[in-house]
């Protein structure tokens, strides 16, 4: 059937999906605390540059309007997370509608993200991963238009995606080119050359420049980070785990996105959007090979679940109620069950309950609950990283607060991870505290020149602490720790140094010009 005399829009009906979305999260966003990394991020809206160690300055400017517009709550951090999730939503319904789905395949499709362990646990978070999952979604939809419109606007809107999308993540990059090389192998690729994508691309460089620029003037960080990143994380990713964990973080859903994977690539229908299976190949491929985290690839999920969709209802007939129905129950409804092991939706002694049930019961799930070091715990790591911020925050604060005046004046803090700098940053204001000082992560761009005031409360979570510490200061004493068994900062402790030695700023010093070179 001709595009122009399909019906045009299914757009009513997929706003269905994107309340349940919404409310979804609205369920969840309040519970437990803050991410360890949405304290770093937000920690970025107070001071907004073109760049940073980690992360492009995309995530640092919806942190400075969430704080200026929404405050500081938990809640209010997450207002930008939910939004984006709801576009990912609405944007997977018109993707459905684009390749010539109709109101099941939109159901299917839509329900199938919304339920998906992978989506709903990336999705609510302040974190730079949904918005990166945002702009592919962002970008195939608008490939989608222009292959079945030739409207050249939508070439235009995706060089600006594709920009936005850079200053979001640099996975970005990859996605892109994957996307280009698939349209050159496929049939659809005589629509790529015409001056109007030379256009496009430079209007993607010149939104990316900035950050750019900001990299050469900071001695690319971002390879420095990368380069820490692969040692001390992503060389204890075995492709093979990779590959497992691709097939396992969608739950039963795998059928419905990869039905409509195999039905890019091999459905008559669907032949001309095979550059859509072809680019979800060669991103697999490329981040298999650098030892990619399993979150990396989620943002190409969304198309292949509404070729799913498509390919579904194409399978069964208008009028065959009983057997979409059971898709929807064998396919997607499992799901529900494991929602609260990813969104936390219940309460935490409910969410711990959980999670005892399935790893007696469902010992495949256990990937679930494997942090970085390889261990199993009664939680996910995620989970863990929004426990104890607040108790840290105030025993930093009890510490401080037990000087007088005038040894507050000549007090500093310093916090060992960009978690516990974070949190003392975000709760400066509730409880009176100074700036915190640190050289861990993005920390080290604006840190003091100087460590070296009287009194400084160093907060850590290394338990030979005191051994490094120790020889370099007149005294110190232990004034806290966090107690919360569940938090992963468990144990982390708050410390008083009286009189640092100088060797100890001389040290100080030396790693802070170390790490700004790099």
Known sequence: MPY???????????????????VLNLFAISHFGFHRDELLHLVLGDHLDWGYKEVPPFIALLAKIT????????????????????FIIWLTGQITAEIGGRRFAITLACLALILAPAFAASGYLFQPVVFDQLWWVVTVWLFVRYLNTATVKYLYWLGVAVGFGMLTKYTMAFFTVSLIIGILISRERKLLFNRHVLFSAIIAVLIFLPNIIWQFMHHLPVIHHMKELRETQLDYVKPMDFVMQQILVNGPSLVIWLTGFISLLFSFRLRRFRFLAIAYILIFLFLLQMNGKNYYLFGAYPMLFAAGGF???????????????????????????LLPLVLPILSLNSTLASFRFVQKNMPFLNFLTTWEDHKQHPLTQDYA????????????????????????????????????????????????????????SSFQLWAADDLNAKYIIYVDDDDNVERRIGPLVESYRETGRILNPLAREHNSRVYLITNPSPKLNEVYRKELALKRLR
């Open 311 to 337: 390919a579904f209802e194409q399978l069964l007939k208008r009028n065959a109620y009983a057997l979409r129905t059971a898709v929807i129950i064998l396919f997607v409804a499992p799901n529900l069950l």
């Open 4 to 22: 122009k005399n399909r019906r045009s829009s299914y757009s009513t009906f997929i706003l269905i999906f994107v309340a349940l979305k919404i």
């Open 67 to 86: 704080l200026s517009v929404f405050g500081d709550s938990v809640f209010a951090a997450r207002i930008f997370s939910t939004i984006a999730s709801a």
């Open 385 to 440: 990283d929004m426990l104890g911020w607040d108790e840290m925050a105030k025993k930093v604060s009890d510490t401080y607060h037990s000087l007088t005046p005038e040894q507050q004046k000549n007090t500093q803090i310093y916090a060992d991870n960009y978690g516990l700098a974070g949190a003392i940053h975000h709760y400066r204001h509730k409880y009176n505290l100074p700036e915190v000082i640190s050289l861990n």
